[in-house]
């Protein structure tokens, strides 16, 4: 250790008191624990004899500096210290560092033998520590004031923010601990900070299970970690669900080119296209962009795996009937063994649009007879999904022509009138079905007839 002294002023114009001063700071250096056996030059020896201050008369050169023989003196002294204390210490035998977790019990911590080195590096480790030199008489040295190395709480890192699809119904979530000072993380803890609904597995791991996730919502999660000195740090991830996409399914029920007449080759109107020329069965493209499904046969299954107005299919999804509609409207009647395909069906509606029902959708349906009694649908919804369903019918003749319909086993029943009907809304309507759902439907009593132009299925997604 080198101590530099400087004041404002030149050291030929300090007074006596001012020297004394200095004079005093150097027995104080030599009985530093450190400093002891590094600096411990005997400075009287170049003072006149009964003075604090004064230089000896034989190294003095103008009463504030030394004359060369003194200097040669002071360097020669103080190299041979210096060398002493760097190159081969005397002095000790070893420096003992001792270690503390509360600041009052302390255990030996390192013991450094080794006299010639002069820097040791360690891994940080909270605490506090004091340490002193060994002796070679077996003596110590005072202890060094106390150094505290303070513990520093660990870093929870909860991952990055997630955003998942609609319908994702769980997910996992990993995260991590950093641990300072020494410690190691020794614990972790994940919880719900806000959403409803969730639960977690493994809440106490790194890696965390999200499960009864649900479209459209947030949810926020908080990991916490514990390192081994009980310390604790926290950090949060926020887990999105985007919103269901409602899909919407149009059918279009009618002839289709289908022969439903001997004496007539093309009795229903082709699927809503733009151009008409789709084959019978096939989706078409209404002008509006819309993709339509064809329902051409009524016997028992309409639809299966139907396509959304996009033209993207959902497989699981099907809608089937007990018995055909027409009853025995057709028996007896003239043709009655020309049309093996498109019983009930009938292509008198109105020729025109109806909202964004194009007028070849509402042209043609399928239509109920009284004897028919009551038709039973089985809607099949895809798995994990929910639909709202929609009937509408039209027809260019005279009614009443009432159907009706319902969902719970025939206890309630929906109806509206088809005669006639160019009103977008007036049709059955059902929301929130999801699975297997039965649909009835007949003739209401005092009607002969009832007709069914489009079926909708809406606001189709992930439950």
């Not at 010639?116 to 909270?126: H, W």
């Not at 022969?259 to 069965?281: E, F, M, Y």
């Not at 959708?361 to 919804?381: C, E, K, M, P």
């Not at 159907?403 to 025939?410: A, F, M, V």
Request: aromatic content about 10%.
């Amino acid at each position: 250790m080198i101590v530099l002294f400087n004041g404002p002023r030149p050291r030929t114009s300090l007074s006596s008191s001012e020297k004394n001063v200095l004079v005093t700071l150097e027995p104080k250096l030599r009985v530093h624990p450190y400093l002891k056996y590094v600096c411990n030059l005997n400075f009287s020896r170049y003072l006149k004899p009964g003075t604090v201050a004064d230089i000896r008369d034989d190294y003095n050169l103008d009463d504030t500096h030394m004359n060369a023989a003194g200097v040669a003196d002071l360097e020669s002294t103080s190299w041979a210290a210096w060398v002493n204390f760097f190159r081969a210490n005397t002095a000790y035998t070893a420096f003992e560092i001792h270690r503390s977790t509360d600041g009052i019990t302390y255990s030996l911590f390192d013991t450094i033998t080794d006299t010639t080195l002069l820097e040791k590096q360690y891994a940080v480790q909270a605490g506090y520590y004091k340490s002193h030199a060994k002796l070679k008489d077996g003596s110590y040295t005072a202890f060094s004031s106390v150094a505290q190395i303070a513990a520093q709480a660990p870093t929870a890192n909860a991952g990055a923010d997630k955003n998942l699809a609609a319908g994702t119904t769980s997910t996992t979530v990993t995260g991590s601990g950093t641990a300072y000072a020494g410690a190691t993380i020794s614990g972790y803890a994940w919880t719900i900070l806000s959403g409803t609904g969730i639960t977690l597995s493994n809440a106490n791991t790194a890696t965390v299970t999200v499960n009864s996730l649900s479209n459209g919502n947030s949810y926020t999660l908080r990991l916490t970690v514990t390192d081994s000195n009980g310390l604790t740090g926290t950090d949060d991830v926020v887990i999105s669900v985007a919103a269901a996409v409602a899909r919407r399914f149009l059918f279009d029920l009618g002839g289709d080119g289908v022969r439903h007449n001997a004496a007539v080759s093309n009795d229903g109107v082709q699927t809503p296209a733009n151009p008409p020329t789709l084959a019978s069965g096939a989706p078409g493209v209404a002008a509006n962009g819309d993709t339509w499904n064809n329902v051409v046969d009524f016997r028992s299954t309409w639809f299966t795996d139907p396509v959304d107005t996009a033209g993207s299919a959902l497989t699981g999804m099907s809608f089937a009937v007990d018995k055909l509609p027409a009853g025995t409207y057709f028996t007896g009647q003239p043709g009655d063994t020309g049309y093996p395909f498109g019983d009930s069906i009938n292509f008198g509606g109105k020729q025109q649009a109806v909202d964004d029902y194009p007028a070849t959708a509402v042209r043609d349906n399928v239509f109920f007879h009284t004897s028919a009694g009551t038709v039973t649908g089985t809607l099949v919804i895809t798995s994990g999904f929910q639909a709202s369903l929609k009937i509408w019918g039209n027809r260019d003749a005279a009614g009443p022509r009432v159907l009706q319909t319902s969902i719970d086993g025939g206890t309630t029943w929906q109806e509206f009138e088809s005669a006639f009907n160019l009103t977008y809304t007036q049709g059955t309507n059902y929301t929130g079905l999801t699975g297997t759902v039965t649909i009835l439907m007949r003739v209401k009593s005092g009607s002969t007839f009832g007709h069914i132009s489009v079926i909708e299925l809406f606001d189709v997604k992930p439950i």
